[in-house]
């Protein structure tokens, strides 16, 4: 161009060969081994590389396509996401029905733009209960809904729900090209949720097909398997499973409806997938746009056209990464989350509230919920723009390698005789506890950190009450899953759970920092410790820095606390710690740091723990608790 004919940019700013950088870099790391700092192995096998050139786009299949075209990588309809935006969903399980409703219409003027009913289940009684025609008569009384689409996963139990749909829609008469209605269900999610079945598998299967039947012959725009990733995710597992699991599904389901003599363009329309929008941001864009991709393929080898090879995704707010203590940090969680859905593509979306652990219905946080998908359509315009991450050297390329990671996960999954079988025999539950358990590890070392909870909590913070929901004690059980259901896990519960049994006792849980020499001697392992006893419910005593052992000693037999923390240099420790330990011989003595060549003979010493970047923040906590006489919950 003109401008930069004039300006001479490319002469003045020759852009450096990925050679040139790389020496660059090691020059900086002064010998530390390239591969292992700057390359990072995630949770789906995949390992992300320090920097994505443009050059790295060229083995990508799906760089041409065009939004609204096959693979749809870039959304299912462009023109229309540029007109109406995503979906605003957001949960309702009010009970009763005339407030339900009234709820709805309200929140429709307030900027939802879809209907999603909780159900109530007997595995979370916390939902709205629909027995009759009457009843969800009631629920959606004035709500037209050809604007704002009726949302809900069923269960099994709740089959005969379809039916009532069918036969409100009916009443209602509207014309079945104006629906997109998401009322379905997943059996195979809802045995891996639940553990256990209320009806025989024929029975299930055979209700299967009864729905099917009913979408193709009576209600156009129906989507009646609504296939459920999110079971899986809250159990820990990595996108890559996530991914492959909902494939593996899909494909049990198509395989034994495609041999009662259905066609692929009838029952790929009958499809919709619903994700979990974890912590990991670019990760989460990818998964949408890898699923888009895999279903795709999938639907090709079946032998569907492009037409027919479209998925519509409804995003979800994680549960896996919430928190108990503060809870507001949940908002800043959600937020990310429904943005990298946004960004990724997702046709719906709904935000939890940031409360959802603690406090039973608001309208305080369910605005909040919604305001956050508001913003980001009507503040910041992201229904403005097809496909965001679209020629992002790092998303492309994430996408593709997270869509091939999921695709080989399905292919083993179909090697084990498919979903079923493989949820029946535990393969499922082991591959996500693996993935789950590294989880828990990346937390407790606090490789992965959670702001408020491992890293930065407030310590003057009361501990919460977590809501108890009422379970059916003996629910019909025709199929039995012998691995048991998949737990719903948090992430963050066992250091929350020390953090209270810490606070609620009545020992003496507080913390003496022998902080000593200047502040800069001091200041960063101070600070360190400071968060490290914080995190476990510890109460820190802090005071200036001391210039001798004797005025440290002094100070600390009169703080009246019952363990003491030594923060200085490495350097330091080699006079501090022999003159302390022996100043304060029947005292718990803990060192801020891990001199290795005098770790044993620090010991030898006196020093009874050692706190440090990469210990394990629980364990280590936990062993301190109880020395200090702290009991594990009964």
């Not at 036969?167 to 045995?191: H, M, N, T």
């Not at 946004?342 to 919604?370: K, M, P, Q, W, Y």
Request: glycine share 6%.
């Amino acid at each position: 161009m003109e401008w930069e004919k004039e300006l001479k940019l490319l002469e003045d700013f020759p852009p450096p060969t990925y050679e040139e950088w790389r020496k660059a870099v090691e020059d900086t790391l002064k010998g530390a081994d390239f591969d292992k700092v700057m390359h990072t192995r995630t949770y789906e096998g995949i390992t992300l590389q320090p920097i994505y050139r443009r050059e790295d786009l060229s083995k990508l299949p799906f760089l041409d396509s065009l939004p609204g075209k096959a693979p749809y990588v870039r959304g299912n309809n462009p023109k229309k996401f540029l007109s109406e935006g995503w979906l605003i969903a957001q949960s309702h399980r009010e009970s009763d029905l005339k407030a339900l409703n009234a709820q709805i219409l309200r929140e429709l003027q307030l900027g939802l733009t879809a209907v999603n009913i909780q159900l109530k289940h007997d595995d979370d009684l916390r939902g709205v209960s629909i027995k009759s025609i009457d009843d969800l008569r009631a629920i959606c009384a004035a709500i037209d809904l050809r604007a704002a689409p009726l949302f809900m996963q069923l269960d099994m139990d709740d089959y005969f729900i379809l039916l009532l749909v069918e036969q409100y829609i009916c009443e209602r008469k509207y014309a079945w090209e104006e629906l997109q209605l998401g009322v379905g269900f997943d059996p195979i999610s809802e045995f891996a949720r639940k553990g256990y079945l209320s009806f025989s598998w024929d029975e299930v299967w055979g209700k299967i097909v009864e729905g099917v039947e009913i979408a193709i012959k009576n209600i156009s725009g129906l989507r009646c398997i609504s296939i459920d990733g999110s079971v899986y995710s809250a159990a820990g597992a990595s996108s890559t499973q996530e991914l492959g699991i909902i494939l593996a599904t899909a494909i049990y389901y198509l395989q034994n409806l495609l041999d009662k003599g259905w066609t692929i363009e009838q029952l790929s329309p009958l499809f919709q997938v619903k994700l979990s929008l974890g912590p990991n941001f670019f990760m989460e864009i990818a998964k949408v746009r890898a699923m888009r991709l895999l279903w795709s393929e999938m639907i090709k080898a079946f032998g569907g056209k492009e037409k027919e090879q479209k998925i519509w995704i409804h995003g979800k707010t994680a549960t896996f990464n919430q928190s108990l203590y503060d809870v507001y940090v949940n908002l800043l969680r959600n937020a990310t989350e429904a943005f990298s859905g946004v960004i990724g593509g997702v046709d719906s979306l709904e935000v939890g509230r940031f409360n959802e652990l603690t406090s039973e219905e608001d309208e305080f946080s369910r605005r909040l919920a919604r305001n956050q998908q508001i913003i980001l359509k009507e503040e910041s315009h992201f229904d403005k723009v097809v496909d965001p991450a679209g020629g992002s050297y790092y998303i492309e390329n994430l996408t593709q390698e997270l869509a091939n990671q999921a695709w080989k996960y399905m292919q083993e999954l179909e090697a084990e005789g498919g979903i079923l079988n493989a949820l029946q025999e535990g393969k499922i539950h082991t591959d996500i506890e693996k993935v789950a358990n590294a989880r828990k590890e990346a937390m407790r070392k606090r490789k992965d950190v959670y702001v408020g909870i491992n890293l930065y909590a407030n310590p003057d913070e009361n501990p919460p009450t977590q809501i108890q929901i009422p379970r059916e004690s003996n629910p019909i059980k025709m199929e039995v899953l012998e691995a048991g259901a998949l737990p719903q896990l948090r992430v963050v519960e066992e250091i929350e759970n020390l953090r209270t049994r810490v606070i609620k006792s009545d020992k003496n849980t507080n913390i003496f920092l022998m902080n000593m020499g200047t502040i800069n001697d001091y200041r960063v392992r101070a600070d360190f410790a400071t968060g490290f006893f914080q995190a476990g419910g510890f109460t820190v005593i802090s005071p200036q820095g001391f210039m001798t052992v004797e005025d440290a000693v002094k100070s600390a037999k009169e703080s009246n606390v019952a363990a003491y923390c030594i923060c200085s240099t490495d350097e330091k420790y080699n006079e501090l710690v022999p003159a302390i330990c022996s100043a304060l011989p029947d005292s718990f003595l803990i060192l801020a740091g891990y001199p290795k060549d005098k770790v044993e003979s620090f010991k030898e010493n006196g020093i009874k723990m050692f706190i440090y970047m990469g210990a394990d923040v629980v364990a280590t906590l936990d062993e301190l608790a109880k020395k200090l006489g702290v009991e594990n919950e009964a």
